[in-house]
């Protein structure tokens, strides 16, 4: 692939790494995050991590703020975002889908959980 190439696919999509602090666990926060992953077409993955949850999410640049906006007014109750912080993060490869991770994951390799819906 050459530069060009790269500056074209880097500029179609962005990733980033989405910390969410709040009643976001145990409330099914991470369920709700992964089926608006799916609906926004986003891949990656979703782990609650010390008391807060972390989103890796990667895809183009309207997708995902559309994402962090449904996050904000679309999570239902008892769930609740009292505070989010966005930073960029390294693109994950395409046909990664979008997956909860289990709780407490080493940030660069979530093991994905299957759930049972």
Same mark, same amino acid.
């Given at each position: 692939?050459?530069? $060009?190439?790269?500056?074209? *696919? $880097?500029? !179609? /999509? ?5 910390? &969410?602090?709040?009643? @976001? #666990? ?6 709700? !995050? #992964?089926? =608006?992953? =799916? #609906? *926004?077409? =986003?891949?990656?993955? @979703?782990? +609650?991590?010390?008391?807060?949850? @972390? ?5 183009? %640049? /309207? ?13 239902? %109750?008892?769930?609740? &975002?009292?505070?989010? #912080?966005?930073? %960029? $993060? /390294?693109?994950? %490869? ?5 997956? &909860? ?12 959980? +299957?759930?049972?819906?």
């Amino acid at each position: 692939m050459t530069a $060009a190439h790269r500056a074209a *696919y $880097a500029g !179609a /999509e962005r990733a980033e790494m989405i910390r &969410i602090a709040g009643r @976001v #666990q145990g409330v099914g926060f991470r369920a709700g !995050a #992964q089926d =608006l992953a =799916l #609906q *926004y077409g =986003l891949r990656g993955w @979703v782990a +609650n991590v010390g008391r807060g949850v @972390v989103i890796h999410a990667c895809g183009p %640049p /309207e997708r995902l703020d559309a994402f962090v906006r449904a996050l904000g007014e679309d999570i239902a %109750p008892p769930a609740r &975002i009292e505070h989010m #912080q966005r930073e %960029p $993060a /390294e693109l994950l %490869p395409r046909g990664a889908g979008f997956v &909860i991770a289990a709780t407490d994951t080493p940030m660069s390799s979530p093991t994905a959980r +299957n759930p049972q819906r």
